[in-house]
Each structure stands twice: as C-alpha cells, then as structure tokens.
C-alpha cells in the first residue's frame, strides 16, 4: 500500500514563510507528477503548484502564488516541498498533496492524496 504524509502547515504571519512537506511511503515502485492543492473554507479545492517526475523536474504554479510558492522534490526521498514566501492572509487553507505512484507489481499509475495540512496567515 501507499501513504502520502502532508505536514508543515501551521500558523504564520503575514509576510512570513511555511515549507510544506509530502512524503511518500509504501511498496512504491515510481512516482511521476507530485502536486499541491488547497481547499479554503466555501471555495472549491484548487492547483497550487505542480512538479513533473521527469528530468529536471518541470513546475507550474497557479497565477497567485507565482514568484512567491517554489515547489521541489527529492526523489531518492520520495517526498515533494512546497516553499511558501511572502505569505497573505488570502493562502490560508487546507493543502493537499497529490502523486501519482505507480506500486510494485504493477505498471500503472494511480493518484494519491495526502490528508491536508492547515495554513493560517494572520497577524
């Protein structure tokens, strides 16, 4: 089985800085995309950041958190970072981590979920 760990989330400052965590656990045989989502309160969960398995490792962020959030990943960790600089109180959500992680024994990739981490900007 497969278990996807968010975790870094917590309370911050306006202007302050959070690094989120996703690590990735089980009878994991690759992981190709690797993604972070957040869902706030009354609004629809939305794309963060996205950070491809491939080469260099392409990345694509949402319009709102360009030049502020960098995603990243460590593949012989199998865990995925989301820097967050510059914090605004409009971040403050639930975020998700999502992979898609192909397990031994088989070829296919399926997505997994972590199970979300609060952020709080406020001052």
């Known amino acids: 089985q497969v278990q996807l760990v968010d975790s870094g989330g917590g309370l911050v400052q306006p202007g302050g800085s959070l690094r989120l965590s996703c690590a990735a656990s089980g009878s994991i045989l690759s992981i190709g995309f690797m993604g972070w989502y957040r869902q706030a309160p009354g609004k629809q969960r939305e794309l963060v950041a996205i950070?491809?398995?491939?080469?260099?490792?392409?990345?694509n962020y949402a319009d709102s958190v360009k030049g502020r959030f960098t995603a990243s990943r460590d593949n012989a960790k199998n865990t995925a970072y989301l820097q967050m600089n510059s914090l605004k109180p409009e971040d403050t959500a639930v975020y998700y981590c999502?992979?898609?992680?192909?397990?031994?024994?088989?070829?296919?990739?399926?997505?997994?979920w972590g199970q979300g981490t609060q952020v709080t900007v406020s001052s």
């Open positions: 950070i491809t398995g491939t080469g260099s490792g392409y990345t």
């Open positions: 999502n992979a898609a992680i192909a397990t031994i024994g088989s070829s296919l990739q399926y997505t997994y």
